[in-house]
Structures are given as C-alpha cells and as structure tokens.
C-alpha cells in the first residue's frame, strides 16, 4: 500500500469504512446487521454518519467471521508510525469512554 493510500484509509470516516466493508462483502445492511447482531437501524444511523458505533460494537464488526479489518498495511510501515497509530488509537479510546461516561450522568 502506498503512502497516498494508507493516508486515505487512515483518515477514512467509520461510515465511509463500514459502507466499504459491507460491499466488499456483497452484503446488503440487512445482511450486515444479522451477522453483526445489531439492529438495521443502527447500520442505516452509520451509513448516514449520524451516529458513531460504541466500543463493543465495534468488536462486534472486527470480529465477525467474514469481515476483517485490514491492518497489514501498519506492519509495513516504520516504528516511530506504528507508535504514533497506537498513540492514536488509545487517544481516541479513551475519548469515546470519557465521552460515554459523561453522556451516562
């Protein structure tokens, strides 16, 4: 993967990656939504972009058998990158629990 695309994929909305995976899969949302236990109404909210999937929703998506998040390109790129990816992905986890904490109040 060249660097122009995995910039893309990187900075690829959920909604943009969800819609993606589904076709790839040649799945229609109903389709999607039964083999990730959810409900098409959620699909059709991710899809629009008005909503976000929580946390285990998305271990639901990452874990489905025929769906599989593609992240052999950050093997190929350098140490510092893969640090600064983590580093990112722990920001944003720890964003969406805060975010989920406070909204529970």
């Known amino acids: 993967m060249d660097k122009q695309s995995l910039t893309a994929f990187i900075t690829m909305t959920f909604s943009t990656r969800f819609i993606q995976l589904r076709k ?7 389709e999607m939504t039964d083999k990730c236990g959810m409900h098409i109404t ?7 972009e008005q909503a976000q999937p929580s946390i285990e929703i ?6 489905t058998n025929t769906l599989q998040l593609k992240f052999e390109a ?3 790129i350098s140490d ?4 600064t990816i983590q580093s990112l992905i722990d ?8 975010t989920q ?5």
């Open 24 to 30: 790839e899969h040649q799945l229609t949302q109903q």
């Open 42 to 48: 959620q699909d059709r909210c991710y899809e629009a």
């Open 58 to 63: 998305l271990k639901k998506i990452a874990l």
């Open 74 to 76: 950050v093997s190929q």
């Open 80 to 83: 510092e990158d893969q640090r």
């Open 91 to 98: 920001g944003m986890i720890l964003k969406h629990t805060a």
């Open 101 to 105: 904490l406070s909204a529970a109040k």
